[in-house]
């Protein structure tokens, strides 16, 4: 997959997605900077206030609001089939945006199952790995007061556990992706959801050769589990689980 990549598109095709990403976390750095109630850290340490799980919740929800435009942008950076110009942002939004979406931003927002997809994975991460780790961890490893042993049995669980989530987190990252790149057009005063199209005089990625197929545009998803049926008809199950080590990697990598 690497040596594909670099060999259609070169050293950049590794780096597709990353000025809405960077744009991104300045922009929402720069919003928990202004509205963070947090006390200034003391001793050059930072620490982040403890709420309950509803709160992280809520918050996780707010942020996924704020960042799901960057989702969809940086989704369709990487898996659109043109040469996106690094430092002309009207020309990439042309490219990866519709008229109606240019016209009307909010339409990314309706775009039928994104917003239910990422809000079951930020779900199951609080809601589950969240309670899980609270009952099995209740204090911070590097709190855990002199004469108390390392707690190993509960950690290994919740390690199994976290890691385990992979069967559950994968398949959603996929539908998300799936309904993330799918472009919404006003169609006879309605909204519809097409797959990105290939513009006319726009330079291409692969040379002759396409760097990714994407889905007819003609059979759009309708949703979360319209998008979960499809690919189990169309593609089979392994399909939901692909690139689950990176997802495996990053669960683990966040323990």
Not at 6 to 32: A, N
Not at 82 to 100: E, I, N, Q
Not at 135 to 162: C, H, N, Q, W, Y
Request: proline content about 7%.
């Amino acid at each position: 997959m690497f040596m594909r990549v670099y060999r259609l598109e070169g050293i950049p095709g590794f780096y597709k997605g990353f000025m809405p990403t960077i744009v991104s976390l300045f922009i929402i750095s720069i919003l928990l900077i202004i509205f963070s109630d947090s006390p200034a850290p003391s001793h050059g340490t930072y620490r982040a206030p403890s709420i309950s799980i509803p709160g992280v919740l809520l918050y996780s929800l707010g942020m996924m609001i704020l960042n799901l435009p960057r989702v969809v942008l940086t989704s369709r950076a990487i898996t659109t089939p043109h040469r996106l110009p690094w430092f002309s942002p009207l020309t990439s939004l042309r490219l990866l945006l519709t008229p109606t979406e240019l016209r009307a931003p909010y339409t990314l927002y309706l775009t039928p199952g994104l917003l239910a997809a990422q809000s079951a994975h930020i779900a199951y991460v609080v809601l589950f790995l969240g309670t899980a780790r609270h009952f099995l961890i209740p204090t911070p490893l590097d709190k855990i007061p002199e004469g108390e042993g390392f707690p190993t049995m509960r950690v290994l669980v919740f390690v199994a556990l976290s890691l385990g989530s992979t069967v559950v987190l994968t398949p959603l990252e996929v539908i998300s992706t799936r309904l993330a790149i799918q472009r919404n057009h006003e169609v006879g005063g309605e909204f519809a959801t097409l797959a990105q199209e290939d513009g006319q005089g726009d330079e291409f990625a692969g040379d002759g050769e396409d760097v990714i197929g994407l889905r007819n545009e003609e059979d759009p998803y309708h949703g979360l589990v319209d998008c979960a049926k499809s690919i189990l008809h169309e593609e089979g199950m392994a399909a939901l689980f692909r690139g689950w080590w990176v997802t495996m990697l990053a669960g683990g990598a966040s323990l």
